[in-house]
């Protein structure tokens, strides 16, 4: 049967089918109780992904991802044209929201094996007026945190850790340790559908261990107020509701068993593509020390990135999906385009491409896959 499947990068319906009693009684459930907005799931959810995150981070539910990377810069109240520092080579999200909040973003090279930000050039960017060093975990595994950790420390500087792409991910340093999200000053999530932990809509998350900013991230969350109708700041309306709350309970219950099943399907891809890596044809992505790896991509690098295309339409004639992410670093798009130049990050935007590996990906339809790469460089 799974070989007239067709492949996809993300398959939410195969998904659905797995848990579908499950989801459909949580549902259900909400649907019978009325309390859409807020209702009692919401907390048993923060409280259970509080349990399963540790560290003592509390988890405030947000309406997105991107709205949970705008609280946490709201929540710490930086001056105007403060600078924060991030990484080129990632989604879009984080810089728009440092310029929505009147932010400069300083954008930092990445390092060309594991795709994270580079932490050898992170000090070289501090100025004065620099308050943030934002990290993305990016594609499913931790950026260097003893490195940022201790540079944030020596200069002052806040630590916002956007975990999108890496909920479970554990890093586990010398001076440092825990999941993606839990180690900064405050951590962000997106329960995005084709996140590793997705819900049926949008849905975010932010992390902190400071009790004080839970609940000013709370509060700013819901219009500024503590108590209804009385507004401690001008916040914004960004909830998570209650339908996604209960859905995100029955998902995190099998978050575990996913990333198992996308850590085995890396494993296959490895086995099955090393002799491209000796032939010099790709890239495997490299496995960032201290880290482990959820693997939300599989992301490899072509040697030669003018055959990327060729090699996405071969694979897609073939029925197989791939994907870019991502074709721009941040410094050379139109909305936030600055003159500099950071080479690494250019580079990889020519030359990585993402393959299925989501944890429905069957076995014979990965083989499928790999037979196909093997072909396309056979000949090319
Ligand atoms: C998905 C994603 C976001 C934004 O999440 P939304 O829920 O779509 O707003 C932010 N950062 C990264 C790295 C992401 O992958």
Redesign the pocket.
Same mark, same amino acid.
């Given at each position: 049967m799974d070989e007239n499947q067709a492949i996809m990068m993300v398959d939410l319906v195969k998904q659905y089918h797995r848990l579908e009693s499950e989801i459909d009684a949580a549902m259900k459930q909400v649907l019978h109780q009325g309390n859409f907005i807020q209702g009692k799931e919401v907390r048993l959810f923060e409280r259970e992904l509080a349990a399963y995150m540790g560290n003592s981070a509390e988890v405030i539910g947000c309406g997105?991802?991107? =709205?949970?990377?705008q609280l946490a810069f709201m929540a710490l109240d930086l001056p105007k044209n403060a600078e924060v520092i991030l990484p080129a080579f990632?989604?879009a999200?984080?810089a728009e929201v440092v310029l929505l909040l009147g932010l400069k973003p300083v954008f930092v090279d990445v390092d060309r094996n594991t795709y994270l930000i580079d932490c050898a050039l992170i000090e070289r960017a501090i100025t004065v007026n620099t308050k943030v060093i934002a990290v993305?975990h990016?594609f499913g595994q931790m950026a260097n945190m003893d490195a940022v950790m201790g540079i944030a420390k020596k200069h002052n500087l806040y630590v916002v850790e956007?975990a999108?792409?890496a909920i479970g991910s554990y890093y586990s340093g010398e001076m440092v340790s825990g999941f993606a999200g839990s180690i900064g000053d405050v951590g962000?999530t997106?329960?995005?559908p084709s996140?590793n932990l997705g819900c049926y809509g =949008?849905?975010?998350a932010v992390f902190t261990k400071n009790k004080d900013l839970a609940k000013k991230i709370a509060s700013l969350a819901n219009h500024g107020q503590n108590t209804k109708y009385y507004h401690e700041w001008v916040g914004i309306n960004s909830r998570l509701d209650t339908l996604q709350a209960a859905i995100l309970r029955v998902k995190l219950q099998h978050l575990q068993l996913f990333t198992e099943t996308r850590q085995n399907r890396a494993n296959v891809y490895r086995q099955g593509l090393q002799n491209l890596v000796e032939a010099g044809h790709i890239f495997l992505p490299e496995l960032a020390a201290n880290s482990t790896h959820v693997f939300?991509q599989f992301t490899l690098q072509l040697t030669a990135g003018e055959k990327r295309e060729a090699l996405r339409k071969f694979l897609l004639d073939n029925g197989i999906p791939s994907m870019v992410y991502y074709p721009l670093p941040l410094h050379h798009q139109n909305a936030y385009r600055q003159d500099v130049e950071l080479p690494v990050s250019e580079g990889l935007c020519e030359s990585v491409l993402s393959l299925p590996i989501c944890p429905e990906l069957s076995i014979e339809n990965q083989q499928r896959i790999i037979e196909k790469m093997q072909l396309f460089f056979a000949g090319n």
């Amino acid at each position: 049967m799974d070989e007239n499947q067709a492949i996809m990068m993300v398959d939410l319906v195969k998904q659905y089918h797995r848990l579908e009693s499950e989801i459909d009684a949580a549902m259900k459930q909400v649907l019978h109780q009325g309390n859409f907005i807020q209702g009692k799931e919401v907390r048993l959810f923060e409280r259970e992904l509080a349990a399963y995150m540790g560290n003592s981070a509390e988890v405030i539910g947000c309406g997105n991802g991107t =709205d949970a990377l705008q609280l946490a810069f709201m929540a710490l109240d930086l001056p105007k044209n403060a600078e924060v520092i991030l990484p080129a080579f990632t989604y879009a999200a984080l810089a728009e929201v440092v310029l929505l909040l009147g932010l400069k973003p300083v954008f930092v090279d990445v390092d060309r094996n594991t795709y994270l930000i580079d932490c050898a050039l992170i000090e070289r960017a501090i100025t004065v007026n620099t308050k943030v060093i934002a990290v993305v975990h990016l594609f499913g595994q931790m950026a260097n945190m003893d490195a940022v950790m201790g540079i944030a420390k020596k200069h002052n500087l806040y630590v916002v850790e956007d975990a999108a792409q890496a909920i479970g991910s554990y890093y586990s340093g010398e001076m440092v340790s825990g999941f993606a999200g839990s180690i900064g000053d405050v951590g962000t999530t997106s329960f995005f559908p084709s996140k590793n932990l997705g819900c049926y809509g =949008d849905g975010g998350a932010v992390f902190t261990k400071n009790k004080d900013l839970a609940k000013k991230i709370a509060s700013l969350a819901n219009h500024g107020q503590n108590t209804k109708y009385y507004h401690e700041w001008v916040g914004i309306n960004s909830r998570l509701d209650t339908l996604q709350a209960a859905i995100l309970r029955v998902k995190l219950q099998h978050l575990q068993l996913f990333t198992e099943t996308r850590q085995n399907r890396a494993n296959v891809y490895r086995q099955g593509l090393q002799n491209l890596v000796e032939a010099g044809h790709i890239f495997l992505p490299e496995l960032a020390a201290n880290s482990t790896h959820v693997f939300h991509q599989f992301t490899l690098q072509l040697t030669a990135g003018e055959k990327r295309e060729a090699l996405r339409k071969f694979l897609l004639d073939n029925g197989i999906p791939s994907m870019v992410y991502y074709p721009l670093p941040l410094h050379h798009q139109n909305a936030y385009r600055q003159d500099v130049e950071l080479p690494v990050s250019e580079g990889l935007c020519e030359s990585v491409l993402s393959l299925p590996i989501c944890p429905e990906l069957s076995i014979e339809n990965q083989q499928r896959i790999i037979e196909k790469m093997q072909l396309f460089f056979a000949g090319n």
